[in-house]
């Protein structure tokens, strides 16, 4: 897996809205630094689009970081959503750790649940 | 009980080994195949898994070593060359020994043979005998249950990262066991400032349906179960051709699994709405247990229709004695059917009439189904004659490929066995005296590659299989110069080509001037016709000089009931095949002088040989005023057989003479008519070939 980059900006188009692009792996020793990328990108803005368009690999740590950063946005009335541009790596490690789904968690009140859609 | 399940082993395995060989011999052209690659490997992997489940250990062991090999080449990791082509034909010949010597008393396979290939199998591999080896062979040997569905809840302790263990890695293999749906449950997930990043807060329900029994699955958590919360719980067992097609209601499921009380199932169900909607709504159930109960709704759903879908599509393996008996049975049957109608129209009862009417209709249909259980396509025989010809090749320094056509062509099985000797003898000759070595093919401006080209298909109540081949074809004046020599034939006799090429047929026949270890061309080739005959069939040569000859081989479909001619002669009734037969015409006495002596009758133009059975036979008594010339054909020689009355149609079932009479000419069987009587069935071929030898 190539090294976790991870880059965060303001989208110009709109307000409020913050897009953090993960490039590379999301390893155990990378998910402190994504955390806290997660709880920053959340921070600053109303809205996170996380971009995972780049990523060449993330493990168990990145896909719970994942579905806390969504959980944590719906308490702080947020919205967060991911882009993976077809990213069949992420798409198939989530579904063979069964975090695909029909219908989102109880906290997903906004049905935005970011597995639903899938088969688990 | 346990035998019958080894037997049924045993068939089912010498079945795979007769498609391994045949994908082997295909595999040889198209190494690149992925899906031949496939077909062996799963082939082996099922021959392996079997015969460790009914206690052929030796077998799962050996074969455990080809299926590792192949194994490697379905993953790129080896090439498919003639030397790994050879050693698994030689693996696929070894398991059948192994197979054959099973159950039998005194030597088994040859263990040292067993070694050979596997020591040759291991130096193409690249890797020598290893420790691991023995582990790996065990492992085979473990004898896995019937297919059962697990609930399986893993919970890991939260700090499982740390000891560098991957749940995704525990999970993988629990998918290798089986059909596996695997939810994560992440209703526990903190949100993210509370979260530690490091720390492990998913847990999993996996439903697996597997044959591998609960401590393989056990046996996958061997190396975390201190550290983890492993719940195994058998759901459904699926050995039940019957079970039912809906699986357990939701709510039931909820139950088992202790994740709702009966009390809060009770308050649930006394709504009208749909059980897990409620039970959201209620806020007794959070979504990740009713997305896993729904998953394992789902799963054992799926996996009973895959199974039930499976169990339609299948056919049931019945042993061939059960058939044989049933065909003997029907047989009966269309005897005593011939009685009852015989009884009923000699009574002219209206009612009885009907009955036996509705009953002959019953039996030709009962007949024709029981026969049709036996029918076989004869494309398993063409596949073995495929390795047949590779051999001889690869022994003779030929080039050869051999092509098929009509493969799916349908034959009674025992047709099928028996038919198997006389075509091996025909094709081994055109391989070995034939098909010209590489050299003189290409100097007679051939390819240097040779064809036998094997078919097979339907004409009328027979199959006709012709063995072709693009070899240096008959030389008829070797064959003329050898007849005479042998005093088969006169030195002034003119014979047309047909007739020449029957020679070939003769006792002790042969134009080699060597006489190889694989065959004689016209060795044995009187053997090949006697066989054929005694399956009521014929054989007729072509052949071009240079170009080629032409084997075709007539058969009728079924050895056990025929339709067939009655005639009459005095008081005896016989039984003329009706496939044979052409039609028939009067004989009047004064035919008869006019022929002055000859045996020859004038029909349309054309004379046609006859032979008065009554004379042949020896009948006593006067024949009548008129009688009749029942005109056969055989092998497009067209000869009459003069009886007494010609009676109709019949349904003959054969029955075999006794010894005592096995070796009475003309006469291939006999049959039990309506009333009771015995009437004999006429060899036609032979007949013909008797008369013709002892003309002067």
């Given at each position: 897996?190539?090294?976790?980059?991870l880059?965060?900006?303001?989208?110009?188009?709109?307000?409020?809205?913050?897009?953090?692009?993960?490039?590379?792996?999301?390893?155990?020793?990378?998910?402190?630094?994504l955390?806290?990328a997660?709880?920053a990108?959340?921070?600053k803005?109303?809205?996170?689009?996380?971009?995972l368009?780049?990523?060449?690999?993330?493990?168990?740590?990145?896909?719970?970081?994942?579905?806390?950063?969504?959980?944590?946005?719906?308490?702080?009335?947020?919205w967060?959503y991911?882009?993976?541009?077809?990213?069949?790596?992420f798409?198939?490690?989530?579904?063979?750790?069964?975090?695909?789904?029909?219908?989102?968690?109880a906290?997903?009140?906004?049905?935005?649940?970011i597995?639903?859609?899938?088969?688990s | 009980?346990?035998d019958?399940?080894?037997?049924?082993f045993?068939?089912e395995?010498?079945?795979?080994?007769?498609?391994?060989?045949?994908s082997?011999?295909?595999?040889?052209?198209?190494?690149?195949?992925?899906?031949?690659?496939?077909?062996?490997?799963r082939?082996?992997?099922?021959?392996?898994?079997?015969?460790?489940?009914f206690?052929?250990?030796?077998?799962a062991?050996?074969?455990?070593?080809?299926?590792?090999i192949?194994?490697?080449?379905?993953?790129?990791?080896?090439?498919?060359?003639?030397?790994?082509?050879?050693?698994?034909?030689?693996?696929?010949?070894?398991?059948?020994?192994?197979?054959?010597?099973?159950d039998?008393?005194?030597?088994?396979?040859?263990?040292?043979?067993?070694?050979?290939?596997?020591?040759g199998?291991?130096?193409?591999?690249g890797?020598?005998?290893t420790?691991a080896?023995?582990?790996?062979?065990?492992?085979?040997?473990?004898?896995?249950?019937?297919?059962?569905?697990?609930?399986?809840r893993?919970?890991?302790?939260r700090?499982?990262?740390?000891?560098?263990t991957?749940?995704?890695?525990?999970?993988?293999?629990?998918?290798?066991?089986g059909?596996?749906?695997?939810?994560a449950?992440?209703?526990?997930?903190?949100?993210?400032?509370?979260?530690?990043?490091?720390?492990?807060?998913?847990?999993?329900?996996?439903?697996?349906?597997?044959?591998?029994?609960?401590?393989?699955?056990?046996?996958v958590?061997?190396?975390?179960?201190?550290?983890?919360?492993?719940?195994?719980?058998?759901?459904a067992?699926?050995?039940?051709?019957?079970?039912?097609q809906?699986?357990?209601?939701l709510?039931?499921?909820?139950?088992?699994?202790?994740?709702?009380?009966?009390?809060?199932?009770?308050?649930?169900?006394?709504?009208?709405?749909k059980?897990?909607?409620?039970?959201?709504?209620?806020?007794?159930?959070?979504?990740?247990?009713?997305?896993?109960?729904?998953?394992?709704?789902?799963?054992?759903?799926?996996?009973?229709?895959?199974?039930?879908?499976?169990?339609?599509?299948?056919?049931?393996r019945?042993p061939?004695?059960r058939?044989?008996?049933?065909?003997?049975?029907?047989?009966?049957?269309?005897?005593?059917?011939?009685?009852?109608?015989?009884?009923?129209a000699?009574?002219?009862?209206?009612?009885?009439l009907a009955?036996?009417?509705e009953?002959?209709?019953?039996?030709?249909?009962?007949?024709?189904?029981a026969?049709?259980?036996?029918?076989?396509?004869?494309?398993?025989?063409?596949?073995?004659?495929?390795?047949?010809?590779?051999?001889?090749?690869?022994?003779?320094?030929?080039?050869?490929?051999?092509?098929?056509?009509?493969?799916?062509?349908?034959?009674?099985?025992t047709v099928?066995?028996?038919l198997?000797?006389?075509?091996?003898?025909?094709?081994?000759?055109?391989?070995?005296?034939?098909?010209?070595?590489p050299?003189?093919r290409?100097?007679?401006?051939k390819?240097?590659?040779?064809?036998?080209h094997?078919?097979?298909?339907?004409?009328?109540?027979?199959?006709?299989?012709?063995?072709?081949?693009?070899?240096?074809?008959?030389?008829?004046?070797a064959?003329?110069?050898?007849a005479?020599?042998?005093?088969?034939?006169?030195?002034t006799?003119?014979l047309?080509?047909?007739?020449?090429?029957?020679?070939?047929?003769?006792?002790?026949f042969?134009?080699?001037?060597?006489?190889?270890s694989?065959?004689?061309?016209g060795?044995?080739?009187?053997?090949?016709?006697?066989?054929?005959?005694?399956?009521?069939?014929?054989?007729?040569?072509?052949?071009?000089r240079?170009?080629?000859?032409?084997?075709?081989?007539?058969?009728?479909?079924?050895?056990?009931?025929?339709e067939?001619?009655?005639?009459?002669?005095?008081?005896?009734?016989?039984?003329?095949?009706?496939?044979?037969?052409?039609?028939?015409?009067?004989?009047?006495?004064?035919?008869?002088?006019?022929?002055?002596?000859?045996?020859?009758?004038?029909?349309?133009?054309?004379?046609?040989?006859?032979?008065?059975?009554?004379?042949?036979?020896?009948?006593?008594?006067d024949?009548?005023?008129?009688?009749q010339?029942?005109?056969?054909?055989?092998?497009?020689?067209?000869?009459?057989?003069?009886?007494?009355?010609v009676?109709?149609e019949?349904?003959?079932?054969i029955k075999?003479?006794?010894?005592?009479?096995?070796?009475?000419?003309?006469?291939?069987?006999?049959?039990?008519?309506?009333?009771?009587?015995?009437?004999?069935?006429?060899?036609?071929?032979?007949?013909?070939q008797?008369v013709?030898?002892?003309?002067?």
């Amino acid at each position: 897996m190539d090294d976790l980059k991870l880059e965060c900006r303001q989208d110009p188009k709109a307000a409020g809205k913050q897009v953090l692009k993960v490039s590379g792996g999301v390893t155990i020793g990378d998910a402190g630094g994504l955390r806290q990328a997660l709880l920053a990108a959340l921070e600053k803005g109303s809205e996170l689009q996380v971009d995972l368009s780049e990523m060449t690999g993330i493990d168990l740590t990145g896909l719970q970081l994942l579905c806390a950063a969504h959980q944590s946005a719906l308490l702080g009335g947020k919205w967060l959503y991911i882009t993976d541009g077809g990213n069949m790596t992420f798409r198939d490690m989530a579904a063979g750790a069964g975090f695909r789904r029909h219908t989102g968690c109880a906290r997903d009140t906004s049905y935005s649940c970011i597995w639903a859609g899938g088969e688990s | 009980m346990i035998d019958q399940h080894r037997q049924a082993f045993k068939e089912e395995a010498y079945e795979l080994l007769a498609e391994l060989e045949t994908s082997l011999l295909e595999l040889e052209e198209r190494p690149d195949d992925i899906d031949l690659i496939g077909r062996v490997f799963r082939a082996m992997h099922t021959i392996k898994g079997s015969g460790s489940m009914f206690g052929f250990d030796d077998i799962a062991a050996f074969t455990h070593e080809v299926e590792t090999i192949f194994d490697m080449v379905r993953n790129g990791k080896l090439q498919v060359t003639a030397r790994l082509v050879n050693l698994t034909l030689a693996a696929r010949d070894q398991i059948r020994a192994m197979l054959d010597a099973a159950d039998e008393v005194g030597e088994g396979a040859d263990l040292e043979e067993s070694g050979k290939i596997i020591s040759g199998l291991r130096e193409l591999a690249g890797f020598l005998p290893t420790a691991a080896a023995a582990p790996a062979v065990a492992t085979a040997a473990k004898k896995p249950e019937n297919l059962v569905t697990y609930r399986i809840r893993f919970v890991p302790s939260r700090d499982i990262f740390i000891t560098g263990t991957n749940p995704l890695t525990l999970l993988q293999e629990l998918k290798e066991l089986g059909t596996c749906s695997v939810v994560a449950q992440t209703g526990a997930f903190p949100c993210l400032e509370e979260m530690d990043p490091e720390a492990c807060y998913v847990f999993w329900d996996l439903i697996l349906t597997t044959n591998q029994g609960e401590n393989a699955i056990r046996d996958v958590f061997i190396f975390v179960e201190d550290d983890c919360e492993l719940k195994i719980e058998q759901v459904a067992e699926h050995s039940q051709f019957d079970e039912p097609q809906d699986y357990k209601k939701l709510g039931m499921i909820l139950l088992e699994r202790g994740d709702i009380t009966a009390e809060e199932m009770d308050e649930v169900l006394a709504q009208q709405r749909k059980f897990g909607e409620l039970a959201l709504s209620k806020g007794i159930l959070d979504e990740g247990k009713l997305q896993s109960a729904l998953v394992e709704q789902r799963h054992v759903k799926e996996v009973r229709q895959e199974k039930q879908a499976t169990e339609a599509a299948s056919s049931i393996r019945v042993p061939a004695e059960r058939l044989d008996l049933l065909v003997n049975l029907v047989g009966e049957m269309v005897t005593v059917q011939a009685r009852l109608s015989q009884t009923a129209a000699q009574r002219a009862d209206a009612e009885l009439l009907a009955i036996a009417e509705e009953v002959e209709r019953l039996t030709a249909e009962l007949r024709d189904s029981a026969l049709n259980i036996r029918m076989l396509p004869i494309g398993s025989t063409f596949s073995k004659f495929k390795r047949l010809v590779r051999d001889l090749s690869v022994e003779l320094g030929k080039q050869i490929d051999m092509t098929t056509e009509g493969a799916e062509t349908e034959l009674d099985k025992t047709v099928i066995e028996k038919l198997n000797d006389p075509l091996v003898h025909l094709i081994r000759n055109s391989i070995d005296h034939g098909i010209e070595l590489p050299e003189a093919r290409v100097e007679a401006g051939k390819p240097a590659n040779g064809t036998v080209h094997l078919a097979a298909v339907h004409s009328g109540d027979s199959v006709v299989i012709t063995i072709e081949d693009d070899g240096a074809g008959l030389d008829k004046e070797a064959i003329r110069s050898k007849a005479i020599e042998k005093g088969i034939i006169a030195a002034t006799a003119e014979l047309s080509e047909k007739e020449l090429f029957g020679l070939i047929f003769a006792p002790g026949f042969s134009t080699a001037k060597k006489i190889s270890s694989v065959s004689g061309r016209g060795v044995g080739m009187d053997v090949v016709k006697r066989a054929i005959e005694a399956l009521r069939g014929s054989i007729d040569i072509s052949s071009v000089r240079g170009k080629g000859t032409t084997i075709a081989v007539k058969i009728p479909l079924t050895l056990a009931i025929i339709e067939s001619l009655r005639v009459q002669i005095g008081a005896d009734s016989f039984m003329l095949p009706l496939a044979l037969v052409d039609e028939c015409v009067e004989l009047t006495r004064e035919d008869v002088a006019r022929s002055h002596g000859r045996n020859l009758a004038r029909v349309r133009a054309q004379m046609i040989p006859y032979i008065p059975l009554r004379e042949h036979f020896r009948i006593q008594g006067d024949p009548p005023e008129i009688q009749q010339i029942v005109i056969t054909q055989v092998n497009g020689v067209r000869v009459g057989f003069v009886v007494d009355q010609v009676i109709g149609e019949h349904q003959t079932v054969i029955k075999s003479l006794g010894r005592a009479y096995r070796d009475v000419d003309g006469i291939s069987g006999a049959t039990i008519l309506g009333d009771g009587s015995v009437a004999l069935i006429l060899d036609v071929p032979q007949l013909l070939q008797s008369v013709e030898e002892k003309q002067p």
